[in-house]
Structures are given as C-alpha cells and as structure tokens.
C-alpha cells in the first residue's frame, strides 16, 4: 500500500511538470507571434506631375503652367506633402485685359482615411497646406467706360502710357484644405484626384489695380477671399527604408 502511494505522487508531480512546461512553451508562442505579427511601417517618398495644368496648357493659348507634387510617408496613415508651380496666364476682366506670372509652393500634410483589404495600397485623404505665391501682374491694355459717347475713340483699347505696364514683386499666403484620392494603377504607380478650397491670408496690392488671379490660388475677388480647385495627379513611389 505504501508503494501505491509513492507512484501515485510520483505520476501526480509529472503530470503537474508537464503541465507547467506546456503552459510556458504556449506562452512563449504568443509572446512571439504578438511580436512577429506586427510589421513596420515603411518610409516612401512619392514624387509625380499634375495633370490638369499641363492640360489647360495644351488646350489654351493664354495659359501656361506646370506644378510637381510630392509627399513622404512618414507613419501608417501619414504623409508630408507639397506642391511646386509655376502659372503664367492672361485674361480679360471687363474692360481689362492683364497677365499674372509667377511662382507658388505649398506646405502641409495629408491623412489617409481609408482602410485596404489585402494587396490594395489606396487612399481616401484629407490635409492641410499652408501656401505663398510669389508673382508680377502686367496691365495689357484696358478700355475706358463712356456711356455718354463725348470722346469718340472711347471704345478703343488704351495699351500704352498711363496705368499700363508691369506691376512687380508682388506676393501672397492662404491656407488650403484638400480632400482627395490616390488610386494605385501597378505597382508603385498612382492616379489622383485632389478638391481645395483656398482661404487668402494676406496679398500685397499692384498699383492702381488689384490681384484678380494669383498664381497657385487662381480667382480672387475684391469681396472674397476663397477660392477653390481641382488637381488631377500622376504619381510614382520610391520605398527607400524602414521606419
């Protein structure tokens, strides 16, 4: 009976040594698969054109510009942005007919909101730029009002002397909110569309005129200070390392 016992506490200690190396190798397990699973977030930077100054360009003849887009993926769902451009167009405002050219650059970031399946890398993004133009307005002619009919030449274009000519060194800041998409077409290459809507900070003001269409921001009225428009973007993505 003796003996009985002792095999019983020897069967029972085994049992309870087993069990306690299972519970310590599954333990392990998870503590290795929860480390192993989550992946890092990988660095990119992205770099393309927009499209849709490059196609007014080819369909007007008084308008000319091109912008580069860029943005850098620093977090799961955040990247760094800007845009740089160059506009030179020329328009008749009523009786007015003027040029702007000039440069612009844009600073800010995008949030990605939209969630993958498997194998998708696309985008659904909302962000914030801060943006500054740097420009000239030259006043090509203009056509003075005379609904009385006393000078007789009145309906002709005046294109030279007084108010004509170049106005420099011209300049302006707004802050833009964008609401876009980035759709990938192969590996690494991207379609995007982009929605801004512009609100102007401060403009330093031409002589005698006013600036009726900035660079980078587009149309501006003397009673408003919001603008708005629409990018379409062609877009390749460099991974370069690991965060």
């Known amino acids: 009976m ?4 002792i095999w019983v506490f020897y069967i029972s200690l ?3 040594f087993q069990s306690l190396l299972a519970q310590q190798a599954e333990e392990r397990v998870v503590i290795s698969d929860s480390l192993g699973v989550k992946e890092k977030t990988p660095l990119a930077l992205r ?3 927009d499209l849709s100054n490059l196609g007014r360009s080819r369909l007007s003849e008084d308008y000319n510009g091109f912008e580069t887009v860029a943005d850098l993926r620093v977090g799961e769902n955040f990247y760094l942005a800007t845009e740089i451009g160059r506009i030179e167009t020329t ?3 009523e009786s007015v007919n ?3 050219s000039g440069t612009y650059y844009k600073l800010g970031f995008d949030y990605n909101m939209f969630e993958n399946w498997e194998g998708m890398d696309n985008q659904v993004t909302i962000g914030l730029r801060f943006a500054s133009s740097s420009h000239e307005l030259l006043l090509n002619s203009y056509t003075i009002l005379d609904r009385t009919r006393f000078w007789p030449s009145s309906d002709f274009p005046i294109t030279s002397g007084y108010a004509t000519g170049v106005r420099p060194n011209l300049n302006a800041q707004w802050f833009e909110v964008v609401v876009g998409f980035k759709v990938q077409l192969i590996k690494n290459t991207y379609m995007g569309m982009s929605f801004r809507l512009n609100r102007l900070i401060d403009d330093k003001l031409p002589e005698n ?4 269409f900035i660079p980078g921001f587009n ?3 003397e009673d ?4 708005a428009s629409l990018n379409y973007s062609l877009t390749y993505r460099i991974p370069f390392t690991k965060k």
């Open 219 to 221: 149309k501006k009225t």
């Open 47 to 49: 770099f393309g054109i």
């Open 224 to 227: 408003n200070n919001f603008g």
């Open 98 to 100: 003027f040029t702007s």
């Open 14 to 16: 085994l049992i309870g």
């Open 209 to 212: 005129f006013d600036n009726v």
């Open 91 to 93: 328009k008749q405002v």
């Open 2 to 5: 003796k003996h009985v016992h």
